[in-house]
């Protein structure tokens, strides 16, 4: 857990120093609720990047930031209106304090920098957008809270609007957990095996393992393509009366790997059909995909 002790101002999870000598990313999340994030960013593959050295996490109380001796964060909507708003001044000091490259210098094409607000009127949190925030060496997370932030911090702060789903939510604090542990996947040596992370949902434009043919799907050992993963299968063999696909145990890994890439257009066809108008199919996958839609037409009759 997050051990007391570290400033209110600059609160750090401790960071022991990786091989490279300097960690790979370094996420600043502001926000009024530091201590929400003594356990999420402590387990599994975020923790052992962390102790690694190949991210750094700071936690900055915007609290901090404030002049008054109520340290208030928020108050009542220009215009009348329900709830109350994130007032701009805590955020503003408190971005200035990390001393963030200007934003003009932020939105170019090389930019190693980046602001995110996190709201619910923020572009799609996806896998793509992981993959970009994972190509920047300094990532600031603002979180939201109550009725809304004040509009000065987007058009002013902010180099982009993320919402991690078509829902709302009472913070910003759970989305920007969820970013920092979708990005950090991606950072070269947090995951045990590098192929993992182009092995997942999702995941367009993986890197292969192995000589690809022309117009051939992926093998069993890369990425999806953008579709869903195809169904996984461990030990035992037989469960309860269910037993593994023979397809995965007789050792042909051409038949496996058409097996899996039929799992991965079903499951895609069933639970998300919006991803295959923008997934790159070949011939092979196309001719899958119409024997699946046809056996679903024979059984609904």
């Known amino acids: 857990m997050v051990r007391a002790g570290f400033s209110r101002r600059h609160k750090f999870f401790p960071t022991r120093t990786s ?3 300097v960690a790979q990313m370094k996420f600043e999340i502001l926000t009024i609720f530091p201590d929400f994030f003594r356990g999420p960013l ?3 593959i975020v923790r052992r990047a962390r102790e690694a050295g190949l991210i750094e996490i700071g936690i900055h109380d915007l609290r901090a930031f404030t002049h008054d001796r109520h340290r208030t964060v928020d108050d009542r909507p220009f215009g009348g209106g329900e709830g109350m708003v994130l007032k701009p001044e805590p955020i ?6 990390l001393h963030i490259a200007p934003r003009e ?3 170019g094409e090389d930019a190693r920098q980046t602001v ?11 896998q793509a957008v992981a993959q970009q925030l994972m190509g920047r060496e300094r990532v600031v997370l603002i979180c939201g809270r109550y009725e809304g932030v004040d509009e000065r911090v987007s058009e002013q702060l902010a180099d982009r609007e993320i919402s991690i789903g078509d829902f709302v939510l009472s913070g910003g604090e759970l989305g920007a957990a969820i970013i920092v542990d979708a990005a950090t996947r991606l950072v070269p040596g947090a995951l045990g095996n590098a192929a993992s992370s182009q092995q997942e949902s999702f995941t367009a434009n993986a ?3 192995g000589v690809r043919v022309a117009g051939e799907p992926p093998s069993s050992t890369c990425g999806s393509g953008g579709l869903l993963d195809y169904p996984h299968y461990t030990r035992p063999a037989e469960f309860r ?5 023979e397809v995965l145990m007789n050792g042909n890994h051409d038949e496996i790997r058409k097996w899996r890439r039929r799992g991965a257009l079903r499951k895609t066809l069933r639970n998300r059909p919006d991803l295959l108008r923008q997934a790159e199919l070949s011939k092979e ?6 024997e699946i839609e046809a056996e679903q037409e024979r059984a609904g009759r």
């Open 19 to 21: 091989r490279i000598g």
């Open 42 to 44: 402590d387990y599994g």
């Open 92 to 97: 503003f000091e408190c971005l200035e304090s």
């Open 105 to 107: 210098e932020r939105m």
């Open 116 to 126: 995110v607000l996190l709201s619910p009127q923020g572009e799609l949190f996806t």
């Open 207 to 209: 890197v292969e393992v």
């Open 241 to 245: 009366g269910m037993p593994v696909p």
């Open 285 to 290: 996958d196309r001719k899958l995909l119409a």
